[in-house]
């Protein structure tokens, strides 16, 4: 049996769907494995390809099934398998990269098997848990893997580094990237509220480090640096490197951030921007213009950077050029490339590496919060609102973000109950951990009347699990409305329409806590123990809202959630009173100077080098022209 991994012709492909036809023999081995692996090859009938290949591995679609000796058989598994972890369809990737780690160590003739597949299966989460115990399972699967591999050695089957080459002629994509190819990505973490995230970061870390080892250098002057007793003060501004990888207009990292980057005091920092171009959108955010001082740089993959994980070293050499102080990344885990810059030392001081900088009102207390990090926490003070806003939503109802009017539009526009009250939420599905279902179920179940109008899922496997959850957790499924992914301005006028929005939990909202706030909608939240569940807390707690509004719509517990919801969407006066001193409050979310100042206080805290005071010693630094 013979593949190949270009495009098969049109000839070819209508050659092996005849065999599969009815008339002739629909469950033929050969011709499962030799159109799905031509049509896997081929964007627009990826799907199509990949599920004929995963048929060849079960009996009541071929006869007979895929031959576990045959060599292709071991890569027919790794690419079904790193095909599903991209589609977040956690249990497909599972089982066939598991039998793909099997069939390696036959392969290889080693007892550990692949290094690439061992590290994809201890870096995939379950992104769409069926339970609380499956998120348990898939954390406890991910520490067993990863703790298999960093205790190996050469005697017991390992052998770092990964071998990119290997891995890009074996495995079908992993060329582009074999670092992609067997890390997957960190950024589901954050939502696992129940795992030791400071861990799971570490092992991350430790995996990547000794995978890419080209990786792990530092820069000459950041050593110089190092070796350096006392640091005398400067007479120069700070050097601020902002890298990033979703450096676009209107990316809500872009939104929250943007307002503190572009007032900072250009006085007393040289500031430069760094987008990392991952999804191809070249074109920067607009904010990063308003300086003409300001140096934008828009890096993107070449295509010489293939068969080489840690690629991005060449930009780190440029980076380490230019002698930065303080290096800023305002998104580790949404970008692989600011992600693989950041493990190398390009800077003295490298924030959301060594410190990670977060808001005292969003947080536990440091000594209790300081366990999730594995860098030094340091705080924006609970007395300011975390960054300078702007508002979403332009005078005459119309949506800042896609310049479009939502006045206009009634439920039946939106697809949702004419003329019953209903509960929102409208985060994305990766959001809705198991321990939402009871919360969503426990209102329905106590507001017969209530309708729920939810986000649905993409992957139609996880929007069935999510439906099955539900089902399982009490909710009356006929009275959900699922919505796919909406414009900004429909978004909008949904939570207009809506009688009560919900938080997710226990990962909630930020932009879109916001832009609930901007409306005067109530948001009724449940703060978890991480930051990205305790958003919406901040915000409620320092816009100036009064004490029975923040009563009325910060729960403690699941079944005060479920109370508060079911209060404000049945109750109109209360409803209204909270509705009322969210007009009231809302504009203090925005345009709050104060965060520049605490911001700005914060980088020279962190800063290598303090600026000198008029009158004292100053030491000259040479500056060199970027």
């Known amino acids: 049996m013979l593949m190949h991994t270009q495009h098969g012709s049109p000839a070819s492909i209508d050659a092996w769907r005849q065999i599969l036809s009815d008339d002739i023999d629909p469950k033929n081995l050969e011709a499962h494995v030799m159109l799905g692996w031509m049509l896997m090859a081929t964007p627009p009938y990826q799907e199509e390809g990949i599920r004929l290949l995963e048929n060849s591995f079960n009996e009541e679609k071929v006869s007979p ?97 990964v071998k990119d080459a290997e891995i890009a002629q074996m495995f079908p994509g992993a060329a582009a990237d074999p670092y992609v190819h067997c890390s997957l990505s960190t950024f589901y973490l954050s939502f696992y509220y129940r795992a030791d995230v ?61 307002g503190v ?175 939402v279902d009871t919360l969503f179920c426990g209102i329905m179940t106590k507001d017969p009347d209530g309708w729920l109008v939810l986000h649905q899922e993409v992957s139609q496997d996880n929007q069935e699990v999510f439906e099955k959850r539900l089902k399982r957790a009490g909710c009356d499924l006929s009275r959900i409305v699922f919505l796919k992914q909406q414009p900004h301005h429909r978004l909008l006028a949904l939570y207009r329409e809506a009688a009560v929005v919900l938080d997710s939990y226990p990962a909630g909202g930020d932009t879109t806590t916001r832009e609930v706030i901007e409306m005067s909608k109530p948001l009724v939240t449940l703060p978890a123990r991480l930051l990205g569940g305790r958003w919406s807390l901040g915000y409620l707690s320092n816009i100036g809202l009064k004490e029975d ?25 209360l409803r209204e009173a909270v509705e009322a001193d969210l007009r009231e409050c809302s504009s203090n979310l925005f345009h709050r100077e104060e965060a520049v100042s605490a911001w700005q206080e914060m980088f020279l805290e962190i800063s290598p080098y303090q600026r000198c005071q008029e009158g004292s010693e100053k030491e000259e630094m040479r500056h060199e022209e970027l």
Not at 232 to 250: F, H, M, Q, W, Y
Not at 554 to 571: K, M
């Open 65 to 161: 099934t895929i031959d576990y000796n045959y060599p292709q058989t071991y890569i027919i598994a790794a690419t079904i398998g790193r095909y599903r972890s991209q589609r977040n369809e956690y249990h497909k990737a599972r089982k066939f990269t598991k039998i793909a780690l099997e069939l390696s160590k036959e392969h290889d003739n080693n007892a550990g098997g692949d290094l690439c597949i061992q590290m994809q299966l201890a870096n995939m989460y379950d992104w769409f848990p069926n339970s609380t115990q499956a998120a348990d399972d898939a954390i406890t699967s991910m520490l067993s893997y990863s703790d298999k591999i960093l205790s190996q050695d050469d005697n017991n089957g390992i052998s770092w580094p």
């Open 549 to 573: 509004t923040k009563r009325a719509l910060i729960a403690s517990t699941p079944e005060e959630y479920v109370d508060l919801a079911v209060q404000l969407g049945t109750d109109d006066t």
């Open 198 to 258: 400071a861990l799971m970061s570490s092992i991350n870390y430790e995996m990547a480090r000794r995978g890419w080892p080209k990786l792990n250098t530092t820069a000459q002057f950041v050593k110089a640096y190092d070796e350096e007793v006392d640091h005398p003060c400067i007479n120069r501004k700070i050097r601020l490197a902002i890298i990033s990888g979703v450096l676009t207009e209107g990316h809500s990292n872009s939104e929250s951030f943007k």
């Open 261 to 435: 980057l572009s007032r900072l005091d250009r006085n007393i920092f040289e500031v430069t921007y760094v987008f990392l171009a991952e999804q191809g959108d070249t074109r920067i955010a607009d904010f990063t213009k308003e300086h003409a001082a300001d140096r934008r740089f828009v890096w993107t993959k070449t295509p010489g950077d293939v068969v080489d994980g840690a690629w991005t070293t060449k930009w780190g050499n440029k980076i380490a050029s230019w002698n930065m102080d303080i290096i800023f990344y305002s998104d580790l885990t949404m970008s692989t490339f600011a992600r693989r810059l950041g493990m190398q030392r390009l800077a003295p001081c490298r924030s959301v590496v060594q410190y990670f900088i977060s808001w005292a009102a969003a947080e536990l207390p440091l000594e209790e919060s300081q366990a999730h990090y594995t860098e030094e926490l340091k705080l924006i003070s609970s007395d300011n609102i975390y960054m300078y806003y702007d508002r979403r939503v332009l005078d005459g109802e119309i949506s800042r973000m896609d310049k479009m009017p939502f006045g206009g539009l009634t439920r039946s526009d939106l697809g949702v109950p004419l003329k019953e009250h209903f509960y929102l939420c409208m985060q994305k599905p990766f959001k809705f951990h198991p321990e």
